[in-house]
């Protein structure tokens, strides 16, 4: 199997149009799972408030802090089970979901991986106040060159996630292995890709306000819990729309990986 950075590109396209109803599913289990860490964040908070035990202050940071949590293990599960799908398509689990290792798994990649931008994110920030008396426009020019950096890392530990779900292992070095040499096709195939990625997101933004607009009119309703108190039909709407078309962005984005990895892996296992 020859990789086609192009065909990788657009893949995430056909396994939206094959299995549909699973991204479907994906997307109510995506919304159930959201509103019950919500619930639990409030059912958490106010037992804080309840012992007194952070000031106001803090309160809305820590619950801030609750749901990103479990928006991170939602989006974990999720992304596990598109890989799951694509190459294990027989292993246990309802819509290819549940809570295993290899959810662990990918939750270490994205620690290791967070860890990694930060770090290269403090150099980048650190070089450039360092370069600002010497050179004009330094910090812009470092800034630019770490996200350079970023992605070409990004491109060739890509391979991670999908081989943690195929081989069962945390492994960078094979990743890195495997996409020796495809930097370029790999930097192809994510550049169309996010090309694609945002017309789409577009596209849906401008359904979703059309469609919201005029279930619920288009006027100005506020911010926060005024906007719930002036108009909660639309307040939902605009909350549940982002969740409910995440997994068919998680799709476009994360199968030219799995392409990507099946290409590679079959390339390397036939030299």
């Not at 699973?22 to 037992?47: D, E, Q, R």
């Not at 081989?167 to 292995?177: H, K, M, P, T, Y």
């Not at 195939?189 to 789409?200: H, P, S, T």
Request: proline residues 3%.
């Amino acid at each position: 199997m020859a990789f086609s950075p192009s065909d990788a590109a657009l893949e995430g396209f056909q396994v939206l149009r094959r299995h549909w109803r699973v991204v479907v599913g994906w997307a109510g289990f995506n919304l159930i799972g959201m509103v019950a860490v919500i619930v639990v964040a409030l059912v958490i908070t106010v037992g804080v408030v309840a012992t007194q035990a952070i000031d106001e202050a803090a309160l809305g940071g820590f619950g801030s802090l609750v749901a990103v949590a479990g928006d991170v293990l939602i989006q974990t599960i999720v992304a596990v089970g598109l890989y799951r799908m694509l190459l294990k398509p027989d292993a246990p689990g309802f819509l290819h979901l549940r809570i295993g290792r290899d959810e662990v798994r990918l939750l270490g990649i994205g620690a290791i991986c967070a860890v990694g931008l930060g770090a290269l994110g403090l150099a980048a920030y650190l070089l450039g106040q360092a370069l600002a008396d010497h050179i004009a426009g330094a910090p812009m020019l470092v800034g630019f060159a770490a996200l350079i950096v970023g992605v070409w890392l990004g491109l060739r530990f890509g391979l991670v996630g999908p081989m943690s779900v195929a081989e069962q292992r945390i492994d960078f070095a094979r990743s890195w292995r495997l996409t020796r040499g495809k930097a370029w096709a790999l930097f192809g195939m994510w550049l169309l890709n996010l090309f694609l990625v945002m017309m789409v997101w577009v596209a849906w933004w401008i359904a979703a306000f059309l469609v919201v607009g005029m279930l619920t009119g288009f006027g100005e309703h506020g911010e926060g819990a005024d906007a719930f108190v002036a108009h909660p039909v639309r307040y939902l709407l605009e909350g549940a729309s982002p969740l409910l078309f995440a997994p068919v962005i998680l799709v476009l984005q994360q199968t030219p990986y799995v392409e990507a990895y099946k290409a590679l892996s079959g390339e390397n296992a036939k030299a």
